[in-house]
């Protein structure tokens, strides 16, 4: 499972959708939308092609809600607070988000990328 649709998730949860079910969870409803419609939420042709033909062939999912999977990767924007001071906000409540369905013997993986 992929947490975030922007531009690590979506590339991370595409690539990993050419071998494997991907379901992808982000809070906004409009880029699950055009998931499920086919549509990625890029501003390129080139990462469009590369997002639906896992798209098309049912390989990738998405959801407003977390279920549960084998692997969780969080890709959520690590905004800063005044003074430069990383605010962690985002993934703490993805985090938190994703408790429920964790199993043991599941991998978690965080990527903190800044916006």
């Not at 690539?15 to 880029?31: G, H, K, N």
């Not at 607070?81 to 965080?110: K, M, Q």
């Amino acid at each position: 499972m992929s947490y975030g649709l922007g531009y690590i998730g979506l590339p991370t949860a595409a690539l990993l959708a050419i071998e494997a079910m991907i379901s992808c969870v982000d809070l906004d409803q409009r880029a699950c939308r055009n998931i499920i419609a086919a549509k990625s939420n890029s501003r390129t042709g080139k990462l469009d092609t590369f997002v639906n033909q896992p798209l098309i062939r049912g390989r990738l999912k998405a959801d407003i809600k977390p279920a549960e999977a084998d692997v969780f990767i969080i890709a959520v924007p690590t905004p800063f607070h005044e003074g430069f001071v990383s605010n962690i906000d985002y993934g703490c409540a993805a985090t938190l988000s994703i408790v429920p369905y964790i199993r043991p013997v599941i991998s978690l993986f965080w990527s903190r990328h800044l916006r």
